[in-house]
């Protein structure tokens, strides 16, 4: 019972960390928002002992290895810290969707082994997920808290880096031709940026079947497992408050009885 307990604040607490304090109405949602469930079962998949156990033999280029007892001393992951990350959806970029984007991936912050900083990276596999991959640093933290109340979506071509509230899409990092960090455009104006770059690239196009570069596919892995990368979440607050909420009493009730 304490374990269900701890997995529903944790998911209730998750949930308000990934959607933020955002606004967008339900149409303007990125496809994919991962819900309480979602995150319950990433924060089973980041604490349990495979991801442990990854963690403890990680090291990265800049990294030292250190005995096993320290390792899995310090090897751990923060679950009720997730950060969902979006990509620009082929959909979007053709004019199918006013939705810019669709759920990549769920940042974790974590600590390897030497104690590096590092980021689990879970995807969803059908109604599972999975950890694909565990990165350097901690970018995605970092600019989820500098996207305020919007959602945090990536391009990863050209690994820039933006913040989504409503209809304005707003620079956080990363090099885009006619963009700086800070400026900000209309939905329109991304999608019409999104077009130039990438509309004789998507799926199905002659460079897609030609295999250059592999075509336009959103929603990819970022890095290969166990990579590190230079730079490498708002609708459902009120369901994540009730969650807090509803442990809360349940916690009360344990404690009475």
Do not use: C
Not at 51 to 79: H, I, K
Not at 183 to 201: C, N, P
Not at 209 to 216: I, Q, S, V
């Amino acid at each position: 019972m304490r374990n269900l307990l701890r997995a529903a604040i944790l998911a209730g607490a998750g949930l308000l960390a990934v959607l933020g304090a955002g606004s967008a109405s339900a149409a303007e949602s990125p496809a994919g928002q991962p819900n309480a469930a979602d995150l319950a079962a990433i924060g089973t998949l980041v604490s349990g002992k495979d991801t442990a156990d990854r963690l403890a033999t990680t090291v990265f280029p800049d990294g030292t290895r250190v005995a096993a007892e320290t390792a899995a001393r310090n090897a751990m992951a923060d679950p009720a810290k997730p950060v969902a990350v979006y990509e620009p959806s082929a959909a979007f970029v053709t004019g199918k969707s006013a939705v810019p984007a669709e759920l990549a991936y769920v940042a974790v912050p974590a600590r390897t082994g030497d104690g590096s900083t590092a980021t689990v990276q879970a995807q969803r596999e059908g109604r599972d997920w999975s950890v694909f991959n565990v990165a350097s640093g901690d970018v995605e933290q970092r600019l989820a808290a500098e996207a305020g109340k919007g959602y945090l979506l990536h391009e990863p071509q050209v690994n820039a880096w933006y913040a989504v509230e409503g209809s304005t899409v707003r620079v956080l990092d990363g090099s885009v031709t006619g963009t700086a960090k800070g400026a900000t455009m209309s939905i329109d104006a991304f999608r019409t940026a999104l077009r130039d770059r990438y509309a004789d690239k998507l799926p199905g196009s002659a460079y897609d079947r030609e295999g250059a570069g592999g075509g336009y596919h959103p929603a990819s892995a970022t890095a290969r497992p166990d990579e590190p990368r230079d730079l490498l979440i708002p609708i459902l607050l009120g369901a994540g408050a009730l969650l807090l909420v509803a442990a809360g009493a349940y916690a009360v009730r344990l404690r009475r009885q």
